[in-house]
């Protein structure tokens, strides 16, 4: 089965409260690939890429977030696969 990629958007209380780590060690453990990064409108914007179900569970994570954080909307958007290299990475701040 081919992968799958998935572009998503976070907002609420998701900046300052570890979210990005969280989400990188979710991905990790998770086995997708791809990266995460603060926005400056306060959001924190991800790609995860790879089997259709460790994706959603990706998202499903960032629906809970970092214990700190307070998730108030998940926006995703499903896109042809862009062949993120393997491993999962934060990325500088857009």
Same mark, same amino acid.
């Given at each position: 089965?081919?992968? &799958?990629?998935?572009? @998503?958007?976070?907002?609420?209380r &998701?900046?300052?409260?570890?979210?990005r780590? !969280? $989400?990188?060690?979710?991905?990790?453990?998770? /086995?997708?690939? /791809?990266?995460?990064?603060?926005?400056?409108?306060?959001? &924190?914007?991800?790609?995860?890429?790879?089997?259709? %179900?460790? @994706? !959603? +569970?990706?998202?499903?994570?960032?629906?809970? /977030?970092?214990?700190?954080?307070?998730? +108030?909307?998940?926006?995703? $958007?499903?896109? &042809? !696969? +862009? /062949?993120?290299?393997?491993?999962? @990475?934060?990325?500088?701040? %857009?």
């Amino acid at each position: 089965m081919a992968d &799958v990629s998935a572009h @998503v958007i976070v907002s609420g209380r &998701v900046q300052g409260v570890f979210f990005r780590e !969280e $989400t990188r060690r979710a991905a990790e453990r998770l /086995g997708v690939s /791809g990266w995460v990064r603060n926005r400056s409108d306060g959001t &924190v914007e991800a790609v995860f890429e790879g089997p259709r %179900a460790t @994706v !959603e +569970a990706a998202i499903d994570w960032c629906r809970q /977030g970092s214990p700190m954080s307070r998730v +108030a909307d998940v926006r995703v $958007t499903w896109q &042809v !696969e +862009a /062949g993120e290299p393997p491993g999962f @990475v934060i990325r500088p701040s %857009a």
